[in-house]
């Protein structure tokens, strides 16, 4: 998948990371996109590995989720080193 098709699905699977994970709206909109991108790096890189399967063909419904459950473990990750806490912030 060419770069520009990697920075669409990250922006995709950050804003909706952004949906998904509450309590860390200290990041913003942005933020989140930029963790997106990163997460869709970082979750099609390990879930090519697993699984042994291609994720860079394209964008399609498997590349979307798999670049949101990596931006999921990204943000979880960025508010762990942040020391975000969840407390009183909504629903988990």
Sequence with gaps: MSI???LIVGAIAGWLA???VKG???LGVIGHIVLGIVGALVGGFL???VTGQDYT???NISTIVVA????VIVVVVANMIRGGSRTGRGAV
């Design 57 to 59: 063909t394209g964008i």
């Design 68 to 71: 949101v459950i990596g931006a």
């Design 24 to 26: 860390d709206e200290g």
């Design 4 to 6: 520009i098709a990697w």
């Design 47 to 49: 879930a090519g590995i």
């Design 18 to 20: 952004g949906f998904l």
